[in-house]
């Protein structure tokens, strides 16, 4: 079996605690328990305004957690500073708008490409692995190809959010995207909005090798704990890469 890895997200462990204020939860905390649960890697998003993760998450982040780290950040030279003084795993580069509550949508990479080149290439030279979070479109993985990144993350929101012959629609534009990504040789992430529900799908795609996922485990970890939301997570996903419905 070709393992499928789970990257968790921990920023809703943050938006929780902020919305109170104080050290409690704390998504570093968080973050062992995902460790321990048998996820693959940690993922954070430091936005520009600090809504839930905030800058010593990120280095208590690296620092103790023994999984590898992947920094979600807009292209802005503050975010940059902050990645190279970090030295995470991996930087994501998303899209980011103060007003939206969640990221809505992919990077538009084709009409970026100028200004995502060096923030990409200045990453890459410290040894930070860079992906691109895009809408599963062939036009946007060329492009990400032309930027020099060696990794797209899918955004799965739109399949996430369909259902019937639409989301079906969706999960083949997935498929195609995938596809597509392992013809150019980039690696291929999914993510956003992926459940218990409709995760089977995209887990199943063979060439997509890692999938982040955090609300709907934060949200889950409220009534069946952490650990065991992301050990029902890593079981569907082992028996997606083995054929199985779970």
Known sequence: MNKLRLGINVDHVATVRNARG???????????AAARAGADGITAHLREDRRHIRDDDIYRLKQECALPLNLEMAATDEMLA?????KPHASCIVPERRAELTTEGGLDVVKGLTTLKPYIATLSAAGIRVSLFIDPEPAQIEAAKQAGAP????HTGAYCHASGDAQAQELRRIIRAAEAAGALGIECHAGHGLSFANVIPVASIPSIVELNIGHFLMGEALFIGLPAAIREMRM????????GNA
């Open 236 to 243: 569907r996903m082992d028996s997606a890469r083995q054929g």
């Open 151 to 154: 990794v797209v993350e899918l």
């Open 22 to 32: 104080g050290e409690h939860p704390d998504p570093v905390r968080a973050a062992l």
């Open 82 to 86: 902050i990645a190279l003084k970090v």
